[in-house]
């Protein structure tokens, strides 16, 4: 069992920079592929980027490329989204998941497990 718990949303302007955190409460963190993805209100819930096991990998979406980084740090069981330059579009719930296999990173069907979010709003 992981349990996931993310934290660092809040309210920022267009422009600028946030990075939201997710720690595992698991024995072997570095067996799980994690990821984030987001949600804004009355859309479905979107891929925003992943990272393999030891970070050697990541996958974003085409929509945040170049904007937002994905890390991770096995010894703190935690996974990181530093978001930069910040857009109005960007505003959602953002949750971490975990899953143990690679495969279709960008699907949230893949991932067994998943934190309670963090809302991030992003002001014009």
């Known amino acids: 069992q992981v349990q996931l718990s993310e934290s660092g949303g809040g309210l920022v302007q267009a422009g600028g920079s946030l990075r939201v955190t997710c720690v595992a409460s698991?024995?072997?963190?570095?067996?799980?592929?994690m990821g984030w993805f987001r949600q804004a209100p009355g859309k479905e819930r979107e891929f925003v980027a992943a990272?393999?096991?030891?970070?050697?990998?990541?996958y974003y979406a085409d929509s945040v490329k170049g904007r937002f980084t994905i890390s991770r740090d096995n010894a703190k069981n935690t996974v990181y989204l530093q978001m930069n330059s910040l857009k109005p579009e960007d505003t959602a719930v953002y949750y971490c998941?975990?899953?143990?296999?690679?495969?279709?990173?960008?699907?949230?069907?893949?991932?067994?497990?998943w934190g309670q979010g963090t809302q991030v709003t992003v002001s014009s």
């Open positions: 998941a975990a899953v143990e296999t690679i495969g279709n990173q960008r699907s949230a069907t893949r991932y067994d497990y």
């Open positions: 990272i393999t096991w030891s970070g050697g990998t990541t």
């Open positions: 698991v024995r072997t963190f570095s067996k799980y592929v």
